[in-house]
């Protein structure tokens, strides 16, 4: 069994629920780094984790790490690569760099020199060389440079994993699809505990906990650039999506509720669960969260509640998050609130003290997952000064 390395970038701040989700499916040596995950295992894991993580963006397979200096090294390091054992020249690619702390002047001609060391080793091996597509590859090749050193990897997942192939419809600034899954992993929530969303939009919340709630692995419905590879099984990898296809539960009724105050986006939402198979599963209906009562005794509100456009006004929030904090409080004791927020105004208009912070990204976008235990008789809890990890705790990734 030979045992590669592999890369899994993720939406920062998941670093380490990515972690033991790797470490579930089997990755061996599994290490958190600043944007992502980096771990070992065999094509069986590869595979593995591109079916069933939720969290990861890609599965990056590492081809070569070495020092460099200049354009030129990173081209010989490149060229030294035996392509021609990996993918057929009749593919086409896109070569994609990122770089931190890089002394080279420009990436775009380090990207450049990159993608000639390929074509011209296929000159060489095959007679013919790659053509380039910049939209639809079906090889994408990932270099990244650091001050001292060139990673190059084969990304063996395609398009990103958060597209499962599921929404129809994204509707206004969603949040992704695996930093949904992400947030729900650190909530702590499980499959069988009534969970909420009262602003859902158009449903992702929703959909990664019917997923879950049901054990549907997420690339189950969709196509992966490991399948390209002249390294693919096809036997092994179906027998993994066959084992995963059995395992999936029917799609019956779960404690999962969602509610928004406009149709339309009501209508968004449905659609996405009717695509996806969810409306059986999912409860979901038109409300004003400010005028609705708890679906049961306890469980997870989990939400990302409308801010900038949607709401309005800068007075129009100063006046809809307090009134927010007053139904968690009188409405829903008994249950764990977690809102995720780029706004800095929510935190302090809510009135309540949050018992954690954690710093994520959405995109490029900061934001706070806040936690809020709603017990009888309000938020009495002091505030501590190391409930806030600090934001440069979180660094900036270029393996995205």
Avoid at 194 to 214: K, R, V, Y
Avoid at 225 to 253: G, N, V
Wanted: net charge positive; proline share 6%; charged share 25%.
């Amino acid at each position: 069994m030979t045992l590669r390395y592999f890369f899994a970038p993720c939406p920062r701040g998941l670093e380490s629920v990515l972690v033991n989700e790797l470490e579930q499916l089997g990755a061996s040596l599994v290490s958190g780094r600043d944007g992502g995950v980096q771990f070992q295992g065999d094509w069986d894991i590869c595979y593995r984790a591109n079916l069933e993580s939720r969290i990861a963006s890609r599965i990056l397979w590492r081809v070569a790490e070495e020092p460099y200096s200049t354009e030129t090294d990173v081209y010989e390091a490149a060229r030294a690569l035996p392509w021609g054992e990996w993918f057929s020249p009749a593919l086409t690619i896109r070569v994609k760099l990122a770089a931190i702390k890089c002394p080279l002047r420009s990436l775009d001609f380090a990207t450049l020199k990159i993608k000639d060391a390929v074509c011209d080793k296929f000159r060489v091996t095959a007679g013919r060389r790659p053509s380039v597509d910049t939209a639809q590859p079906d090889i994408r090749i990932h270099g990244f440079l650091n001050a001292r050193k060139f990673s190059l990897y084969v990304d063996t997942s395609g398009d990103a994993l958060f597209k499962r192939g599921l929404r129809k419809n994204a509707g206004e600034a969603p949040i992704r699809e695996n930093l949904a899954a992400g947030i729900l992993s650190l909530t702590g929530w499980q499959p069988g505990i009534p969970l909420l969303d009262p602003m859902c939009g158009s449903g992702t919340f929703l959909l990664e906990a019917a997923q879950i709630a049901l054990d549907i692995a997420p690339g189950s419905g969709r196509a992966f650039a490991f399948e390209k590879l002249k390294q693919f099984k096809k036997a092994q990898w179906d027998r993994l999506k066959d084992a995963a296809l059995s395992r999936q539960k029917p799609k019956t009724a779960q404690p999962i509720f969602g509610s928004d105050l406009y149709g339309d986006i009501v209508a968004l939402a449905r659609s996405n669960l009717v695509a996806a198979g969810f409306s059986e599963v999912v409860a979901l209906k038109q409300a004003n969260f400010l005028e609705t009562s708890a679906p049961a005794s306890s469980g997870f509100l989990v939400t990302n509640p409308p801010y900038g456009v949607r709401v309005g006004e800068q007075h129009e929030l100063a006046e809809f998050y307090p009134k927010l904090g007053d139904v968690l409080k009188k409405k829903f004791s008994g249950w764990t609130a977690y809102i995720v927020t780029a706004d800095p105004l929510l935190p302090k208009l809510l009135r309540l003290t949050p018992s954690r912070r954690i710093p994520l990204f959405n995109g490029a976008l900061e934001c706070r997952l806040l936690e809020y235990k709603m017990v009888a008789g309000g938020m009495r809890k002091a505030k501590k000064a190391s409930d806030e990890v600090p934001p440069d705790h979180v660094v900036k990734s270029s393996h995205g």
